[in-house]
């Protein structure tokens, strides 16, 4: 019954380090999202994307890259990460049909010092 | 103006207290409306979906929408401690493939 698994959990990065997100989906669902989420500021969409090999921004996708090599898997990668980068990082997934109900992750603690 | 508003409380309610959270929004082609609980350190759990205007009751919890007022309501019946949360209004336009706009989340805090 896992749904929509994040790794990792928890990550400290100091400026100008890479990284990349991984996010797994068992629904065969074929739309996928990364999210961020702030205080003050709610969930932000990233980049998402509407099946295996496509992907598209978001309301913030600046200093961020994705890849869907396979319709299970969506990454997010932070080529030089910033402090402005600090954030909780959500995946999601959904049908992509009526109404588009979407179904989260637990989420992936990130520091960037 | 944002497209979602949603008063971020806190809001403290005693148990078993009836509980009223809301969420207006400006984008009258919205037709699609959810209900996302989130607790602390966990990712958002859909809890209720509505198409269109009207209500839908799920056990203690019944959403209801307003399109006319462009308003949104989630109503919780016999507060527990356990509904203590952060809840999420979610909106969108319908088959389409960016996500959702989401409110900002109101903290709801159940007094045992």
């Known amino acids: 019954n896992a749904g929509v698994t994040q790794t990792p959990k928890f990550r400290v990065l100091k400026t100008g380090q890479s990284m990349t997100l991984l996010c797994a989906q068992d629904?065969?669902?074929?739309?996928m999202y990364w999210y961020r989420q702030d205080p003050g500021m709610g969930l932000r969409l990233i980049h998402y994307s509407v099946g295996e090999g496509t992907t598209a921004k978001g309301e913030v996708p600046d200093g961020y890259n994705v890849s869907r090599l396979k319709k299970q898997n969506f990454l997010l990668g932070l080529e030089s990460a910033a402090p402005s980068q600090t954030s909780v990082y959500f995946c999601?997934?959904?049908?992509?049909?009526?109404?588009?109900?979407?179904?989260f992750g637990e989420g992936s603690w990130l520091t960037v010092v | 103006q944002k497209e979602v508003e949603q008063d971020p409380g806190p809001l403290s309610v005693p148990e078993g207290a009836i509980v009223s959270l809301n969420c207006t929004y400006s984008n009258s082609a919205f037709q699609y409306f959810m209900w996302y609980r989130q607790y602390s350190r966990k990712g958002p759990e859909l809890l209720m979906y509505?198409?269109?205007?009207g209500n839908k009751e799920d056990g203690r919890f019944t959403a209801q929408v307003d399109k006319s007022s462009k308003y949104i309501s989630l109503f919780i019946r016999d507060s527990q401690p356990s509904d203590s949360a952060t809840y999420l209004c979610?909106?969108?336009?319908?088959?389409?493939?960016?996500?959702?706009?989401f409110g900002k989340g109101t903290h709801l805090i159940i007094q045992p």
């Open positions: 999601a997934s959904s049908t992509g049909v009526s109404g588009n109900t979407i179904y």
């Open positions: 509505t198409y269109s205007s």
């Open positions: 629904m065969n669902h074929e739309y």
């Open positions: 979610a909106m969108n336009l319908g088959g389409g493939a960016d996500g959702l706009t």
